[in-house]
Structures are given as structure tokens and as C-alpha cells.
Nanobody
């Protein structure tokens, strides 16, 4: 059974940094792309960042470019999202995703697997 478990969310002041992590289990994800979405109440889940199976290709939504960085450790089935210069508008539940196709993640889904989410709150 595939499981994606996020961790590292919390409360941070504007301008601060936070790193969220996702542990994937239940199969090997070497050939899968991984990524992050986020959602605020009343709105759809939005694409944030994605990384290819090799780790060589990264994609970001425009609003986080230059501030967020995605990385993965395929040996550990982990994906990370380093978030710097956080803004109140980054407040959301952040979801880890995994999919065979990078384009599915970058295109906004649907994705093969989703985590349960971790709350990130940025105070002004």
C-alpha cells in the first residue's frame, strides 16, 4: 500500500524559512516524478513545484520561483520543499504528490498518489 506522509509544517513569521518533507513508502519511486501542491480553504489545490525522476528537472509556479526549492533523495524515497522568504499568501495546506509523468504534476494533476497534507502558516 502506497503512503505519502508529509512533515515539517508549522507557523513561521513572514520572511522566514521552513522545510517540508515527504516520506513515500509502499513501492519504489525511482522512475516517478514527485512534487508539491497547496490548497487554501475554499479553493482548488494548486501546483507548487515538481522534480523529475532523475532530479535533473525542476518546475515551479511563478509565485514561488526564486524562493522555494524542491529536492529529492531517491534512495530514501523522500522529497523536500525548502521555502524561503515566506509570505502570508504562502499559507496553505501543502500536499506531496507522486506520478509517473512529470507533466501530470506540472499540469495540475490528477496525480497517481497524494499525501494527507501538512499545514504551513505564515504570519505577517
Amino acid at each position: 500500500q502506497v503512503q505519502l506522509v508529509e512533515s515539517g509544517g508549522g507557523l513561521v513569521q513572514a520572511g522566514g524559512s521552513l522545510r517540508v518533507s515527504c516520506a513515500a513508502s509502499g513501492r519504489t519511486f525511482d522512475s516517478y516524478a514527485m512534487g508539491w501542491f497547496r490548497q487554501v480553504p475554499g479553493k482548488a489545490r494548486d501546483f507548487v513545484a515538481a522534480i523529475s525522476w532523475s532530479g535533473e528537472d525542476e518546475y515551479y509556479t511563478d509565485s514561488v520561483k526564486g524562493r522555494f526549492s524542491i529536492s529529492r533523495d531517491s534512495a530514501k524515497n523522500m522529497v523536500y520543499l525548502q521555502m524561503n522568504s515566506l509570505k502570508p499568501e504562502d499559507t496553505a495546506v501543502y500536499y506531496c504528490v507522486v506520478d509517473r509523468a512529470l507533466s501530470s504534476i506540472v499540469g495540475g494533476g490528477p496525480c497517481d498518489y497524494w499525501g494527507q497534507g501538512t499545514q504551513v502558516t505564515v504570519s505577517s
